[in-house]
């Protein structure tokens, strides 16, 4: 009413006109609506500067990722190695995280494990920038991503699963892959409203890469099935599908065995070392299955009440009391 008011004028018989237009402009737009999510597209893929042409398969030798985290160069010229310096999280009195340092070296599989509670989710909440810490300093291959948005983080080669899955219910499990390549695309609003040949190229290609990344995950089979009818296992397999169709450097999951049987367990083992290995993916793994944290990763980091009280390999990391202590008051084993 006020903006009738405001562009027709009070006393004026063009209020009366502002009041058609104004009614009237939300029904001829309505087509519009759902090509918001486009302008963001056309954004992140502006400031990404970058267009792979695909999630690239297993790279050559050559290519391999050093284990040590001391060098070796990542997309855009960064390291990808990440550093937490000093970060706390305060949520009104609890601090989920506090005074935390951590540091996931390029090439590492680094397993974040902790008692219920402990602050995981939180950490990997922090680095994929859901969360903005209030204290501290996020790194990315040297450089500051306290601030960056999330959906920048993705762009400079961040990716990660939820815990509780998050697929859209009503998109196809590749529809579902595709959504994240489009980080990675540049086509703007009017090619793709025009659909000329250079979105469609765009479009094949991001389709390509998405089945590129299902195929990694075993669940090519698959990406005309609907999320909701796939077993949970196979679910959180798609939702890795997803992150590594942003073609990432560093792969955070968030309890990707949560609901998976034993076979399924060992494949996604097997998955995370291949992950690592052949397509140079630094890993940080939150998972609860101990068995799985102590073979698949090369070092871990203990959380508990939000603080770091170990860390080391899987070796230093069981004899070490605090956690002992910890996971024993939690009535959790350490690998069993
Ligand atoms: P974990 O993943 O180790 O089980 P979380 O990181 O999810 O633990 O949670 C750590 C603590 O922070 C918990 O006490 C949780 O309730 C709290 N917490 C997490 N996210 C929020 C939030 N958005 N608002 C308030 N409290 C939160
Ligand atoms: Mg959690």
Redesign the pocket.
Known sequence: MLAMLLIGGRMSPYGCSSAAVITVLPELLRGLQDWWVIGLRTHSARHSGVCSPGFPGPAPATRRAPQDGSSGKGRGGGVNTIELKGIT?I??G?A??SSLDLTVAKGEIHGLI????????????LISGQ?IPTSGQILLGGRDITRVPPAERTVLGIARTF?NIRLFRRLSVLDNVMVSRYCRTRSGLVPVFLRLPSERREEAQAREAALAALRVVDMDGRADALPGDLPYGQQRLVEIARALATDPQVLML??PAAGMNPTEKRDLQLLIARLNREHQLTILL?EHDMDLVMAACGRLTV?NF?AKIGEGSAYEVRANPDVIEAYLGSEEAVGA
Request: proline fraction near 4%; hydrophobic fraction near 30%.
């Open positions: 999280k949520f009104g609890l989920a995280v902790g008692p219920n509670g402990s602050g995981k989710s939180t950490t990997l909440n969360y815990q968030d309890e939150v959380l939000g």
